[in-house]
């Protein structure tokens, strides 16, 4: 079936520490988006990709770094600079490039800093 | 800025009632609209989508867009507990733009 892998699910990180959160889509979609969603709150959108090996920095980027090195995959890096981590991180697809055909998203990742 | 309104409610409806939802958008040139449920915890499951003026339903759900007034909304009949989720509204365009999504309302449907 096709769709988006989030891994992992929940991920603990120590002060100071970088992590990455991984995004794999099998949907063949062009664009990929990163959001992040803290307790009742919307989604902000941290940084997005329409084509391989280019991306945008969206809405609250300071903190975080992408790659976008294969069409597939997206991976997210929380660096020790995001000063509050601790939230829901959603990755997204959507084919073309264009946002008319809606997103799909992965099932999330809930990071926590302890 | 583009931005995207809704009430964050919560909107409390009874049991087999009609829920209601709100949405409003800024951008004129968002040419399609988007509402996604999410239950708590979860991520955000498409569940219409409606580019032209007028209704659009599936089964329960209705959705109803004015571009002169730049309004949308959702309906809901029937309204089930399982139905007790946030709903987030969604603006998106051509190529190149990202989706604007509102804070989203917060339904519960009481038994």
């Known amino acids: 079936d096709g769709g988006i892998t989030q891994s992992p699910k929940y991920l603990f990180r120590k002060e100071g520490q970088n992590v990455t959160l991984s995004c794999e889509q099998n949907?063949?979609?062009?664009?990929m988006y990163w959001y992040r969603q803290d307790p009742g709150q919307g989604l902000r959108l941290i940084y997005y990709?329409?084509?391989?090996?280019?991306?945008q920095k969206g809405d609250i980027a300071e903190g975080y770094s992408v790659s976008r090195e294969k069409k597939e995959s997206f991976p997210l890096t929380v660096t020790s600079a995001q000063k509050n981590p601790t939230a829901f991180y959603l990755c997204?697809?959507?084919?073309?490039?264009?946002?008319?055909?809606?997103?799909?998203f992965g099932s999330g990742t809930r990071l926590t800093v302890v | 800025q583009k931005e995207v309104e809704q009430n964050s409610g919560p909107l409390s409806v009874p049991e087999g009632a009609i829920a209601s939802l709100n949405c409003t958008y800024s951008?004129?040139?968002?040419?399609?609209f988007f509402w996604y449920r999410q239950y708590s915890g979860k991520s955000p499951e498409l569940i219409m989508f409606?580019?032209?003026?007028g209704d659009k339903e599936d089964g329960r759900f209705t959705a109803q867009l004015n571009k002169a007034s730049q309004y949308v909304s959702l309906l809901i009949r029937d309204s089930q507990p399982s139905d007790s989720a946030t709903y987030l509204c969604?603006?998106?365009?051509?190529?190149?733009?990202?989706?604007?999504f509102g804070p989203g309302t917060r339904l519960s449907v009481l038994p």
């Open positions: 997204a697809s959507s084919i073309g490039g264009s946002t008319n055909y809606g997103y799909t």
């Open positions: 949907l063949n979609h062009d664009a």
């Open positions: 990709s329409q084509i391989v090996n280019d991306f």
């Open positions: 951008d004129r040139g968002s040419q399609s």
């Open positions: 409606i580019y032209s003026n």
């Open positions: 969604a603006a998106g365009g051509d190529y190149g733009q990202n989706f604007v």
